[in-house]
C-alpha cells in the first residue's frame, strides 16, 4: 500500500514548514511576519488525522498495490493561511511581508495543491476528524507553552 499524506502539520513540526513558521513569527519579538509568494495553494492535514490514515491503511480493508491520498480536499492559499493563523490567535496588528528571498524559484513552485481523498474514504473509510481552525488551534496552542516555544528559532529562515 502506498500512502500520500498531504502537508501534515501540528505539534513539534520543524519550521522548515510553513505553519510552524508563521506561528512562531507570530509570537516572536520582531512582530512581523515574512512570507514568500502568498498565492500557491496547500491541502493541510492535522497530525492525529495523518496517523489515523496511516493506520486505516494497514488494516484488512487497505488494498496492496493501492495509492490513498491522505488530505482534506481542500486548499488555502499561504497569505489566507497567514491571515487565519493570526485571526486564531487574536493578533491584528502584525503586517504580512513578502520577502523575495523566501519566494521560490518560478520552476519550482506548485501553485495549487489539494488531495483526492475519494479513495481512502470509500475503502479506507477514513476521513479528517479535524478542520484546518480546529488543527491550527491545537498547533498554536502547544506553540504558546513557554517550553515548547524557546525550541524554536523564530527569527531564522529555514529552507
Known amino acids: 500500500?502506498?500512502?500520500?499524506?498531504?502537508?501534515?502539520?501540528?505539534?513539534?513540526?520543524?519550521?522548515?514548514?510553513?505553519?510552524?513558521?508563521?506561528?512562531?513569527?507570530?509570537?516572536?519579538?520582531?512582530?512581523?511576519?515574512?512570507?514568500?509568494?502568498?498565492?500557491?495553494?496547500?491541502?493541510?492535514?492535522?497530525?492525529?488525522?495523518?496517523?489515523?490514515?496511516?493506520?486505516?491503511?494497514?488494516?484488512?480493508?487497505a488494498v496492496a498495490g493501492e495509492v490513498y491520498n491522505l488530505g482534506t480536499g481542500e486548499s488555502i492559499s499561504v497569505q489566507m493561511l497567514a491571515n487565519l493563523i493570526l485571526d486564531i490567535m487574536g493578533i491584528s496588528d502584525i503586517p504580512i511581508i513578502t520577502s523575495d528571498g523566501r519566494i521560490r524559484p518560478s520552476k519550482s513552485e506548485i501553485d495549487h495543491l489539494v488531495s483526492n481523498n475519494g479513495k481512502a474514504k470509500k475503502t479506507l473509510e477514513w476521513a479528517p476528524g479535524y478542520s484546518l481552525t480546529e488543527g491550527?488551534?491545537?498547533?498554536?496552542?502547544?506553540?504558546?507553552?513557554?517550553?515548547?516555544f524557546r525550541l524554536y528559532r523564530h527569527s531564522e529562515y529555514h529552507v
Open 1 to 61: 500500500v502506498t500512502v500520500r499524506p498531504f502537508n501534515t502539520y501540528g505539534p513539534r513540526q520543524s519550521t522548515r514548514a510553513i505553519i510552524p513558521t508563521l506561528i512562531s513569527q507570530a509570537l516572536g519579538n520582531e512582530k512581523k511576519i515574512y512570507i514568500g509568494s502568498g498565492h500557491p495553494k496547500r491541502d493541510f492535514t492535522y497530525v492525529e488525522d495523518t496517523v489515523a490514515g496511516l493506520c486505516a491503511a494497514t488494516s484488512e480493508k
Open 136 to 148: 491550527l488551534q491545537r498547533t498554536i496552542q502547544w506553540f504558546r507553552k513557554p517550553e515548547n
